[in-house]
């Protein structure tokens, strides 16, 4: 659901410094937000703090938040710990693997020709016809 970005209260958080949200924010205007923020009944905020501070510098008026029933403070503060605790990066093999396959549907001519270029070598080595 849309939930007017000035309505959301932000109480104390375990993440003090958010960082720089640029990168987020280029993300989030190129793409959309992926991931909803998380909110309680009363519009507290529980995760997403780096998502809300990306929207406020791109000047959004309203944000997607989902919307939870978290009775006590404990509960809270344990989804926003697992929130930003379990999360995994990619390894640098499937960073490589996915900058290759972006590569490759954004510039599919280049890796054609060098195919190509491979085949020919190997027919003439080997004297195959084609």
Do not use: C
């Not at 009363?42 to 000047?59: I, K, W």
């Not at 379990?86 to 396959?101: I, V, Y």
């Amino acid at each position: 659901m849309q939930v007017p970005i000035a309505d959301i209260k932000v109480k104390r958080r375990i993440r003090k410094d958010l960082g720089d949200v640029s990168a987020l924010a280029a993300s989030m205007k190129r793409f959309g937000l992926i991931s909803p923020i998380v909110l309680t009944g009363d519009n507290v905020l529980v995760a997403g703090g780096r998502r809300l501070e990306a929207a406020r510098s791109l000047g959004w008026r309203t944000i997607n938040a989902v919307i939870v029933n978290i009775p006590e403070d404990l509960d809270m503060l344990e989804y926003e710990v697992e929130e930003n605790v379990q999360r995994q990066n990619f390894n640098t093999e499937e960073a490589a693997e996915a900058l290759r396959r972006i590569q490759y549907i954004q510039n599919p001519g280049f890796f054609r020709r060098i195919w190509r270029a491979i085949v020919r070598f190997f027919r003439h080595i080997f004297k195959i016809g084609g």
